[in-house]
């Protein structure tokens, strides 16, 4: 009796160790996470539209139907990103997330303060290698880290009433997230 | 033969217990660190580096993105205020204001995220297209059949969510459960 009562304990302790390690390991053997479901519509550094959640088809659950979305699959192996959208007249926002579609970085129109909103993305490796005079030059400049070589950004643009949803959606349609080309221009 | 017997059940034992547990976790949701207000839960860490374990898991899982924490906060109800779960057969009321924010939407899904067919196509509200009262609060109708004002459509099916969004808000990780964040009140009114 005693010794299966040890047994059961010691199965109930494996089995935390089992949860733990399942919980820990599922992120990376997902395979229907949104990051995969963007993969086939979504090639890299390109700007795509994501269509907008319908009750027969949507990309990924709970999306908000209210905002156009567009997304760009970034991979900054080749080096750093500059991400850049125009403002719509509501709201717009542009996120970032890692491989295992973790928000990292998030940003709106009013905390950007301009009609444009623009942001260099690279790894924290690729920011340290920055020459000293262009950090200077940093303040106007906003350089965000990305924590992992591939990711999700998303631009994302409310419209208040549906009537404005074609307004929303050609303020993300026209963002951009394109590879330097050598130093980047001074503003 | 009894060391056999014995490895075999310690492994059975783990294997329900440390896949059951998992299983439970991701499908009916952890609400640990969550800032709950009456039936509304947000879970502002998810939209962070910062999530836990948990988190990760179920977003991969379900394969959502999470809003950041710098875009937005969602909130979510899966009952009325007094723990009775959503029934798209009833009619349920959301009355009050919300907390300070720039633009707010309300969307009804599913249970697994999908949005809910209707007839008038409409499938949430923005803060822009609310009739309020002259004292600023509002009234939401979520029933199966047409209600004068602010009606959201249930489509007529059993159960659903509710998910508030708040953009540019200032509540989030730091933000204490208490009067600070006013939501609105969920109650469940005449069901067939």
Sequence with gaps: MIRWLLLLIAGVLLGGI?????????????TQDAYSRLEPIAPFNTVVPVPAPTP??????????????A????????GPLRVTVPVSLAYSSVSFFTRHDIAYYAINDRAAGRKTIQLDLMTAEQHSELPEDENVTAADRLIVESPTLTGLVTFRALAPEPG???MAKASVDAAKC????????SQ | MRLLTGTLFVLIVAAAVGLGAT???LTRGTTFGGLTVGAWTAQAKTGTIDADPYARASIARIGRLPLALGDGLTFIAKNDDSHRPFDGRCEVV?????????????????????LVANAVHRYGFTSEEIVRHPNGHFTIVVAPRANPGNWLPTGGIEHYILAMRFYDTSVGVATKEGREIPMPTIKTGSCP
Excluded at chain 1, 178 to 185: D, E, K, M, N, Y
């Design chain 2, 23 to 25: 299983y439970f976790a």
């Design chain 1, 71 to 78: 997304v760009c699959r970034y991979d900054l192996h080749e």
């Design chain 2, 94 to 114: 959301l009355s009050g204001i919300t907390p300070a924010a720039r633009f707010w939407t309300l969307t009804l899904y599913n249970m697994h995220g999908e």
């Design chain 1, 178 to 185: 394109v590879r330097w080309q050598g130093p980047p221009p």
């Design chain 1, 164 to 166: 404005m949803m074609p």
């Design chain 1, 18 to 30: 089992v949860h733990l390690t399942t919980i820990l390991m599922l992120p990376r053997t997902a």
């Design chain 1, 56 to 69: 027969d088809k949507a990309l990924m659950p709970f999306m908000d139907p209210a905002f156009a979305t």
